[in-house]
């Protein structure tokens, strides 16, 4: 993967959380009534975007063409 190609798919992974936790498009989640695993919703909602944040950041980091390690023949 080439270095350009990689850092437009890591602004792109990083822009999706970030929208998705802030006005207007929060309001998708922002709901009280429905509680999941204990929590209302809307804290749910923030606390899965930080989790899917965290899982993509790590597959990026094993994607890093920066990363890798030359080998020596």
């Known amino acids: 993967m080439s270095t350009r190609k990689f850092y437009t798919l890591y602004i ?3 822009t999706l959380p970030f929208l998705m936790l802030v006005f207007p498009l ?3 989640g922002n709901r009280a009534t429905p509680i999941v695993m204990g ?3 809307s804290f749910f909602w923030v606390i899965l975007w930080i989790v899917i944040t965290f899982v993509a ?3 990026l ?3 890093d063409p920066d ?3 030359e080998e020596d023949v």
Do not use: C, M
């Open 39 to 41: 929590l209302p919703f």
């Open 57 to 59: 950041l790590i597959i």
């Open 12 to 14: 792109a992974i990083a």
């Open 61 to 63: 980091y094993s994607l």
């Open 67 to 69: 990363n890798k390690e």
């Open 26 to 28: 929060f309001e998708i």
